[in-house]
């Protein structure tokens, strides 16, 4: 089984256990900037949405349903479709979390917004996924995040163990490259769906990859009871970002680890001694500036 430490979790270890798909997904479509489209379309869109992220199976593993990862999908339609169209234009943003051991915390690990998804959706038509031949926009966008959301949660409980879900999200860009949607292509732009996963695969992010782990598994599942120690080995974790930054700096992947945990990093360091809070400080303000104004605080302790 995959993660094993988290039957931990389960509260009553001697009841029969249910097997269960990889993802709790929940699915918001939101509609408020069109007009003029039935109601009744946009519902059978999310019901499409959440039968493929939640009842499909995505890896070999064994989950029972405490173990699922818990991660959202906020669709919000910004253009519908045309009278001669099923064509809509959206964002996407996409969150997970990840539980900590022996408490009733979920760390956040990925909170992307997509906002290149341009789709086709005719209610009541029957939609298949192949990850190596594209056809549907729509059903290989959320399979992508399916494998992504997957890749990632994985790498936080084994160092690099979500390597072979990357290499499917990688295998779902390639299949797209026929495509003319947008979002799918290295010469876009820096900040798409191919970098997501390009820079995952490559050796340049490798310290990336083993932070993921040494400050989920090493830091945040030990501060329960050792907090000191936790800290130290998210510290530690997080000055692998130096070696991405003196490459790729301002790196799409970096950018998105940071959006995710920048308030979590604030709320851990806050409390630490002088000392290590000037430590995380130096290294934050020069690898992720966007978020300044928060490390501010969190070195002056507040």
């Not at 003029?36 to 992220?53: C, Q, T, Y």
């Not at 339609?77 to 045309?82: K, V």
């Not at 729509?138 to 979500?162: E, K, Q």
């Amino acid at each position: 089984m995959k993660r094993l430490f988290l039957i931990f979790f389960v509260a009553a270890l001697s009841l029969p256990t249910t097997k269960a798909q990889e993802l709790n997904c929940q699915i918001e479509v939101l509609t408020d900037q069109v007009q003029g489209i039935n109601p009744a379309i946009f519902e059978s869109l999310r019901e499409v949405i959440f039968e493929l992220m939640n009842n499909r199976k995505w890896t070999n593993d064994s989950y029972t349903i405490e173990e699922r990862i818990n991660c959202t999908m906020i669709l919000n339609i910004n253009r519908g479709a045309s009278a001669s169209s099923n064509t809509y234009s959206a964002t996407l943003q996409v969150i997970s979390g990840r539980p900590i051991f022996n408490t009733g915390y979920s760390s956040p690990v990925l909170n992307l917004l997509d906002d290149n998804v341009v789709f086709e959706f005719v209610p009541n038509t029957q939609y298949n996924f192949n990850p190596d031949q594209f056809q549907s926009n729509l059903m290989s966008i959320l399979a992508f995040y399916a494998y992504t959301i997957i890749a990632f949660d994985y790498d936080t409980f084994s160092p690099r163990g979500g390597t072979p879900y990357f290499e499917m999200a990688n295998r779902i860009v390639q299949s797209a490259q026929v495509s003319s949607a947008p979002g799918w292509k290295a010469f876009e732009g820096d900040k798409n769906r191919y970098w997501i996963v390009s820079d995952m695969l490559h050796r340049t992010f490798e310290p990336m990859r083993d932070c993921m782990y040494q400050y989920h598994r090493q830091g945040l599942d030990m501060m329960s009871d050792k907090i000191p120690q936790g800290r130290m080995a998210i510290l530690a974790s997080l000055e692998k970002f130096d070696q991405i930054h003196k490459i790729k700096p301002m790196a799409y992947n970096t950018q998105n680890f940071f959006l995710a945990k920048s308030d979590e990093i604030v709320n851990i360091f806050s409390q630490a001694q002088p000392p290590e809070r000037n430590a995380v400080y130096e290294l934050l303000s020069r690898i992720d500036p966007g978020n300044l104004s928060k490390y501010e605080k969190m070195q002056k302790g507040k």
